[in-house]
């Protein structure tokens, strides 16, 4: 059997501002119903090949990763929550830790949450093609044939060209446009798509053998570990001193036991809005529109929009991004990270909430969305997922009011219960014990009225808890 190591962190920067830090791309729907996690997860549902899987994750995302586990049917995962980021090389030897057996002889396949991969089916094959090597020993890593030169991608260099598996030579990350035009031209070079399969005892011994006090301190860190809900938590102080290295800098650039295996399907590693667009649907004159957008005498322009109208006029080559309180336009080709991080500096000297958080806010019980805000009131939805409640909680300067628009709910206030149903409201004084739980099956959506002197988040006093947040 195969155990699907998947990879959930991120900074949620790289396709801002669709994405953020407190909801990165991976986690969104960007070509049909499912997100890129999701998608990732259903890839490695097959129970005749592989185990549940094994998600590493921060705790920012920890519900977030659960919810969308839930939804499409995998309720038991073992879910490792990293205090800190630590790269992929300590990500992966906690994984490896968490699987302590030394009976154990199966296999790890090790994938990020947020690649396209067009078939499934050709996939899997290429997976099947890695079980050999990997069960005699070898790492093995996967290759894409190169479309295009892109300097967003690593290489590996195979020492031959034809097999189902390779020996892997020398992998070059992310080389200069003139190089990377070189390496395409040559039938043994690879996009490197950052996924790997091994043994236990291979990654054990490899490990070891270059960089052995990381897996040392990773077996220290889950050891000392501790159970909440249905996640554990690694010893904190242990893992912030591991070395913030990635796996292939740790291991693969120094073994000599790598092989290569070509994925068969089309793989993508979604990093740019450039790269979202390639694999977007486009109208005869290579716009690609997903939302509310009416252009003309427009060409190759790229453009999101769920919230407002987009109107345009002889627009050429741009990107134009969308949200309820963000618009980025740029021009395609101009995203390089270092751009990028000059707007996310200056978002950051200004104290600006854009960088990490859009109106809409998740929640372990759901997400809740500002509608409105004005001098001593706010106006949010709140959306209340199935069999979810609120934490028992007063407020020290602000009321609010509660009306039911689709679902049923539980309310708690004070002493007093009441059930209330679509058109229902509930006024709750501050300074009151007030909750809300959704028992049906269905989402739960209320339009909640604060008013007030101070409107902070961080005014919640919280009694109980079915999250485990009351010291947060």
Request: charged share 25%; glycine share 6%; aromatic share 10%.
């Amino acid at each position: 059997m195969i155990t699907p190591i998947i990879l959930a962190g991120g900074s949620g920067t790289r396709l801002w501002p669709l994405s953020r830090g407190s909801y990165p791309k991976q986690f969104l729907n960007f070509f049909g119903d499912k997100s890129l996690f999701q998608n990732t997860l259903r890839r490695v549902k097959n129970s005749k090949i592989f185990t549940l899987p094994i998600v590493i994750c921060n705790d920012d995302y920890r519900f977030i990763v659960a919810q969308q586990c839930h939804e499409i049917g995998i309720d038991n995962p073992k879910i490792i929550l990293e205090p800190v980021g630590r790269n992929t090389a300590p990500a992966l030897s906690v994984a490896l830790a968490s699987h302590d057996d030394k009976s154990d002889n199966g296999l790890y396949l090790v994938l990020s949450s947020d690649h396209f991969i067009d078939d499934d089916k050709k996939f899997i094959e290429s997976i099947e093609d890695a079980i050999l090597p990997s069960s005699e020993g070898k790492i093995v890593t996967f290759g894409a044939k190169p479309t295009a030169p892109n300097v967003n991608y690593g290489y590996i260099e195979c020492k031959n060209s034809l097999g189902k598996y390779l020996e892997v030579k020398k992998f070059t990350e992310k080389p200069s446009l003139e190089i990377a035009k070189k390496f395409i031209k040559k039938e043994n070079y690879y996009w490197n798509c950052g996924i790997f399969m091994f043994s236990k005892e291979a990654f054990v011994n490899e490990i070891n053998k270059h960089n052995s006090e990381i897996y040392k301190l990773s077996r220290k860190a889950y050891k000392n570990s501790t159970v909440d809900l249905d996640f554990i938590r690694l010893d904190q102080e242990v893992f912030q001193s591991i070395e913030n290295i990635s796996f292939d800098n740790a291991v693969l650039e120094k073994s000599r036991s790598i092989s290569m295996v070509q994925i068969k399907s089309k793989w993508h590693d979604l990093g740019t809005w450039d790269s979202i667009y390639e694999l977007s649907h486009k109208d005869s004159s290579g716009n690609a529109i997903e939302g509310s957008a009416f252009i003309e005498k427009s060409h190759n322009c790229h453009i999101i929009s769920n919230e407002k109208l987009i109107v345009g006029f002889g627009l050429e080559n741009l990107h134009i991004i969308s949200t309820d309180d963000v618009v980025m336009i740029a021009k395609m080709g101009s995203l390089e990270r270092e751009a990028f991080n000059k707007i996310f500096r200056k978002l950051k000297q200004e104290s600006r909430k854009e960088k990490d958080f859009g109106t809409k806010i998740f929640r372990p019980w759901g997400w809740f969305k500002i509608i409105l805000t004005g001098k001593n009131f706010q106006v949010k939805t709140l959306n209340i997922n199935p069999k979810s409640k609120l934490s028992l909680q007063t407020h020290e300067f602000r009321s609010e009011h509660w009306v039911v628009v689709d679902g049923s709910a539980k309310v708690f206030k004070g002493d007093v219960m009441l059930n209330l149903e679509v058109g229902d409201s509930v006024f709750i004084p501050k300074q009151v014990k007030h909750s809300i739980e959704n028992n049906s099956d269905d989402n739960l959506e209320i339009i909640e009225v604060q008013s007030g002197s101070y409107l902070g988040e961080d005014d919640i006093v919280r009694y109980e808890d079915i999250y485990n947040r009351l010291n947060s």
